[in-house]
């Protein structure tokens, strides 16, 4: 849930403060990139556990 929270927030502050197409583009990219981040780590974490047998 937390991801999602962290995306949409992100987004309304990239329309918000985007001057021109090209910002929001590159605001739009980057955000992209920090949530998949997110989830990759999340996944990778709760891997870990299931592997380690929690």
Do not use: C, N, P
């Amino acid at each position: 849930m937390g991801i999602i929270l962290l995306f949409v927030q992100g987004l309304m502050k990239i329309i918000r403060e985007s001057k021109d197409f090209y910002e929001l583009e590159r605001g739009i990219h980057e955000l992209t990139q920090k949530v998949s981040r997110q989830l990759l780590e999340w996944a990778a974490e709760e891997m870990d556990k299931k592997l380690m047998g929690d």
